[in-house]
C-alpha cells in the first residue's frame, strides 16, 4: 500500500462523488467525502434515465471537486496529492465517461498518475477505510485473509474469493436480477417510491415475515450463483391475487420479501466462508446498508460458532460514493492516462 493522499472519482451511476483519502501506511482516513446524487430526478420516473444522470453529472462533476479539494484546504494538487484514483466501469457508460475524461484531464494537467478501478473492487475496499469523519471504524489491519466478499446492490449480487489486497477471484453472482433489483421492482408492485430498498426494511419492521412464503431461488444449489427474479415473479402473483393492497399486507410482503432475500445471501456466503476456510467475510454495496442483513450474518456467524470475523462499512460507504474508488486506489497498479477507458461491462 502506498503512502500519501488519493484523489478518488465516483460516476458509475447516478451519483457524482470525489474524495481525498490518505494513508499512514497502516490505516486509510477519509479526510473529504463530497457527493451529488440525481436519486430526486430518477424518482419522478421511478427508475434511472441514463441520459439523464450523465447531464447531471456533467453539471456537478467540477462543484464536487471543489468541494472535496477545498475541505481538505489543498491548494496545490499536484504537490498534495499523490494519484487520481477513477471508476472505469462497469456502470452507466455516459456516466463513466463524464468521470474517466475529468481523471484524465486532471492527471495531465497535473501530471500525476492516475489508478483504473472497478466500481465492485471499490465496494469491497470500502471495508478497509479505518476512520470515516474522524470516527473510529473497522481497521485494516484486522481483515485477514482468505476472505469472502458479498457484494450486493441494485446492479450487482456477486460472491468473491479474496486470497489477498490483489488476488481476487469472483466465485459466483447472479444469474438475472441483482438483490437490490429485485427489491426495486418489488416496490413498484407494491406502489413504493424509488428506489425501495430502504423503504422495505422501514415497512419490514412492522410486517409479519412468516404470512408469505416466498422462494429464496438456489438457496439449496450446490454452486455460489443467486437468482431473484423468480421472487419478483412470485410476488407479482401473490399481488395480483389480493383484491386491496392495505398497510399491513404491503408491510408483511416487504417482511417476507426481504426474509427471502436475506436467507440465500447469508446462506451462500456462509457456504463459501466454510468451503475456502475464510477468515473475514466482507460486505459491501448499497443492501450492506440494511440492518436486518448484518444482524442476521452476526447472528449466523456466531450461532455456528464459525472462525470467522464480519466487516461491514460504514453506511454512509455502502452505497455509491468516491471515499471507496480512493481506498480501492492504493491497492492497484498506476496507469498512464493515455491507456484508460471507460468500460461499462466491466467484471471482475
Not at 419490514?204 to 450446490?222: H, Q, T, V, Y
Not at 412470485?234 to 399481488?239: F, N
Not at 436486518?292 to 461491514?312: A, H, M, P, W
Amino acid at each position: 500500500m502506498i503512502y500519501g493522499k488519493i484523489l478518488g472519482i465516483e460516476t458509475s451511476c447516478d451519483e457524482t462523488g470525489a474524495s481525498i483519502v490518505e494513508s499512514n501506511g497502516q490505516t486509510l482516513r477519509v479526510v473529504s467525502n463530497a457527493l451529488s446524487t440525481s436519486i430526486k430526478l430518477h424518482v419522478k420516473t421511478g427508475g434511472i434515465i441514463p441520459e439523464s444522470a450523465a447531464r447531471e453529472q456533467l453539471k456537478y462533476i467540477i462543484p464536487v471537486l471543489k468541494e472535496a479539494l477545498q475541505t481538505t484546504k489543498i491548494t496545490n494538487p499536484a504537490k498534495q496529492i499523490d494519484a487520481i484514483a477513477v471508476t472505469v466501469g462497469p456502470g452507466l457508460i455516459g456516466s463513466l465517461l463524464v468521470g474517466v475524461e475529468t481523471a484524465k484531464t486532471l492527471s495531465y494537467i497535473w501530471k500525476i498518475p492516475i489508478i483504473p478501478v472497478n466500481h465492485l473492487y471499490g465496494h469491497i475496499f470500502a471495508n478497509f477505510i479505518g476512520e470515516m469523519s474522524n470516527v473510529k471504524s473497522q481497521i485494516s489491519k484486522d481483515i485477514r485473509f482468505p476472505a469472502i466478499a458479498l457484494v450486493v446492490s441494485g446492479g450487482h449480487t456477486d460472491l468473491v474469493l479474496m486470497k489477498n489486497f490483489n488476488d481476487l477471484e469472483w466465485i459466483g453472482g447472479t444469474r438475472d436480477d441483482a438483490a437490490g433489483e429485485c427489491l426495486d421492482k418489488v416496490g413498484r408492485l407494491l406502489g413504493l417510491p424509488y428506489p425501495a430498498g430502504a423503504e422495505i426494511e422501514k415497512l419490514a419492521e412492522k410486517g409479519n415475515p412468516k404470512r408469505f412464503i416466498f422462494p429464496s431461488p438456489l438457496i439449496d444449489s450446490k454452486d455460489f450463483d443467486f437468482s431473484f427474479s423468480g421472487l419478483k415473479t412470485a410476488v407479482l402473483r401473490e399481488v395480483e391475487a389480493i383484491e386491496q393492497l392495505n398497510n399491513q399486507t404491503i408491510q408483511d410482503i416487504s417482511a417476507s420479501v426481504q426474509n427471502a432475500v436475506i436467507k440465500v445471501l447469508v446462506k451462500k456466503t456462509l457456504k463459501a466462508a466454510k468451503e475456502f476456510n475464510a477468515r473475514s467475510i466482507l460486505l459491501g454495496g448499497g443492501v450492506a446498508a440494511n440492518n436486518s442483513l448484518r444482524e442476521n450474518f452476526k447472528f449466523q456467524i456466531s450461532n455456528f460458532k464459525l472462525d470467522t470475523k464480519l466487516f461491514v462499512p460504514d453506511k454512509k460507504l455502502c452505497t455509491d460514493n468516491a471515499a471507496m474508488i480512493a481506498a480501492a486506489g492504493f491497492f492497484a497498479k498506476e496507469s498512464s492516462w493515455k491507456a484508460i477507458d471507460a468500460s461499462p461491462s466491466l467484471h471482475f
